[in-house]
């Protein structure tokens, strides 16, 4: 089962031309004529920085990096612009798309762009982070106001066994009614069962994508930096898009949520170059990597996963286990024979492998250890797996 990241957003943000800088794909973008209708959907690699070290030592047949998958949908904001009386959260249809994504990149608008009309009439993207969460909220209140009506109609049976959800499903449901986020709520063990089943959109896991400028990309990821380290700055001192900017910036600091600033448009040219080509540009911009790349790899974080590699002449891979998992079940992603037949696992982390420059090496030095069945996997585990089969 493939784990999605759902972009959301207002209509005409750069969901799409987004989507298809991550994706390198070509969904059609750009006024509303060619709004998206259908969903996009795409499994994209996951940049990882220890691929190509492994591979030039290892010179293997393939190198595979691991995936994820993003779907981009149409964009938001109709029932919000309906007047608040009338809202009535999100379509059927496009709830279909979104309630099973695993974690939400929110793209908010702060380019400029005459061409590109605002639903709004102008550039906020607080006021739109404040009605995309208003929608969202609304949708989950319906989902959660569903199940209270039916969980109650089951109580009247006298059954003190379904308190607790209701309990759970009030609390949900005041909540909401403000347009707070479920996030916000504390929740026991017990409540976890219910909110599995309820695929809340208020719940997911999420980043902020800001769709900035291409000329204030360079300020806008140091001011993120200065913010991310709590870093003093005012906010109101500051000029035109860096405001806005600065203020989901701490919004997200505030939230315990991720925030990434890309200029869609520039990712999307980028995509249309070779990987050389668009590194040499970067570097002429004065940018680290690329912002696609950032919103994938943030994406993947969001997602509570780890990697493991696997390594040698036939193939370079990353494969990805859910923070947490144990051996056998890493051994299991390889496949379902391995895991059965699981007896220990070789481990080296990637670190120690590069400072040895081999596994012969890092075994000489007590690097590589021999890991069973109860072992934790960890990020950037280099794994060999002893099974036997068929006895
Ligand atoms: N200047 C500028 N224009 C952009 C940027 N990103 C997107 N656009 C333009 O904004 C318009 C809308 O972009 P899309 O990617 O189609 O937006 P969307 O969010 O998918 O729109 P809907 O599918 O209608 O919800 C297009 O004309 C894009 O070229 C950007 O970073 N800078
Ligand atoms: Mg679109």
Known sequence: MALTIGII???QSGKTTLFNALTKADAPIGGYATSTVQANLAVVPVPDPRLQPLADIFKPRKVTPT??????VAGMGQAASAGKEKREGLSAEFLGHIRNADALAIVLRTFANENVPHIYGSIDPERDLDSLNAELAVTDLATVEKRLERTSRAAKSGDKKYQPEIDLLRRLQETLNELKMASELEFSQQDQAVLGELFLLTMKPRMYVL???????????ELLAKIREGGDVQVE???GELKGIARIAQRAKAEGAEVVAVSARLEAELAELSEEEAHEYLEALGLPQLGADRVIQVGYR???????LTAGED???AWTVTKGAKAPEAAGKIHSDIERGFIRAEVTHFDDFMASGSFAAASKKGLQRLEGKEYVIKDGDIA???FNVGK
């Open 302 to 308: 969001l997602l509570n996963l780890i990697t493991f």
């Open 315 to 317: 193939e370079v891979r």
């Open 67 to 72: 995936t994820v998958e993003f779907v981009d």
């Open 211 to 221: 769709n900035v400028s291409e000329d204030v990309l360079g300020d806008a990821n």
């Open 237 to 239: 001192s500051l000029e």
């Open 9 to 11: 957003g207002l209509p």
């Open 384 to 386: 060999h797996f002893r």
